[in-house]
């Protein structure tokens, strides 16, 4: 059983070597971080879910560069970016970003990737917002003759990269994990055409419900779902016990605001408690009080218990609660160095 978690890194959050030590040393699986280049002012565009625009949004750091810090503090911790929001960057620049990414981690780096919703911020790249889930999906295209040859070009209708060579390549064969985030259907049916996985938000609907749907379209579409694993972000609902027998990897949104609140309430120490609805406090971040044997035994607790009433829980289950992230890294992530 593993641990991750999500984050905006920001000028006056913990910073990523100081969370990415810490994560590892307590036995963190992963660590995500989000990305925005800016938030055009004024703009037209309201957020997802509507409401106002959270301070965290306009502070971001740049993924690549607080990941690879991640990356060169630990040795054992998993960096991706949740997520990429490629259609605002160069194509060739970023392929080998991820290239540079995976060589500086020794192969640890998971490519999350989306289309963006902020119409003003994507239009001040010179992306059209109408068509930017055809460049993206071109843009990936071209990504993946940059990593897999060595001399390479792509020709779509949106995206040109003519005969060119450069290095590295990743370090992960072919490339390390396209995971589509956005949600169902949309996103879903993008993760099965081009994708190594599929990253909806944790307010996109009933896992039970959309979760067989997605899993349905792949095998009608000639592809394993067992493939295709599915991390849903940003986990504040309560987290069901039955959710794992689907297969689920979950990832809790960290909000780490402040250096001295950096420590969260400590993992629940019991199946009951785990069943509890608890929501992620504001500036919750993701280091755990209990001792890793404890928090290992509950995690390995709940696993038996979700096996043993349905064995498709093996395929990979990770959820989240109280702010924590435990899951089973059963093919849930293909992010192994060869």
């Known amino acids: 059983m593993e641990f991750g978690a999500s984050i905006f890194f920001t000028d006056y959050s913990i910073s990523p070597a100081e969370l990415a030590v810490a994560l590892e040393e307590r036995g963190f699986d992963s660590l995500w971080a989000a ?17 106002e625009l959270a301070k965290r949004y306009y502070d971001v750091m740049d993924p690549f560069v607080t990941l690879t810090a991640a990356a060169a503090a630990t040795t054992r911790l998993k960096v991706g970016t949740g997520v990429c929001l490629v259609i605002q960057r160069d194509t060739i620049q970023t392929a080998k970003l991820v290239a540079s990414i995976d060589r500086v981690s020794g192969g640890r780096f998971l490519f999350g990737i989306g289309g963006g919703w902020n119409a003003e911020e994507i239009e001040a790249h010179g992306t059209v917002f109408a068509t930017r889930m055809q460049k993206m999906r071109e843009q990936i ?17 949106i995206v040109k990269v003519p005969s060119m060579q450069t290095w590295p390549k990743p370090v992960q064969r072919p490339y390390p994990p396209v995971i589509l985030g956005g949600a169902f259907p949309w996103a879903a049916r993008r993760a099965v055409r081009y994708g190594d996985g599929w990253y909806p938000n944790a307010t996109s609907g009933n896992p039970e419900e959309y979760i067989p749907a997605f899993r349905q379209m792949a095998e009608e579409a000639g592809r394993d779902p067992t493939s295709l694993p599915v991390t849903i972000g940003g986990a504040t609902m309560p987290i069901r016990l039955r959710w794992t027998r689907l297969g689920i990897c979950w990832v809790a949104a960290i909000h780490a605001l402040e250096r001295a609140r950096a420590i969260p309430p400590a993992p629940p120490r ?12 504001p500036t919750t971040a993701i280091a755990p009080r209990m001792p890793m044997s404890s928090a290992l035994s509950t995690a390995r607790a709940m696993s038996a218990r979700a096996a043993s009433s349905d064995s498709s829980a093996g395929v990979g289950a990770r959820w989240s609660i109280a702010g924590w992230t435990i899951h089973r890294m059963t093919n849930c992530m293909q992010s192994s160095a060869p």
């Open 270 to 281: 019991s199946i009951r408690d785990a069943e509890m609805r608890v929501p992620l406090a």
């Open 35 to 51: 990305e925005h280049s800016h938030i055009p002012v004024p703009r037209r565009t309201p957020p997802p879910g509507g409401g």
């Open 141 to 157: 295209a071209a990504m993946k003759e940059i990593w897999t040859k060595d001399t390479a070009e792509y020709s779509g209708q």
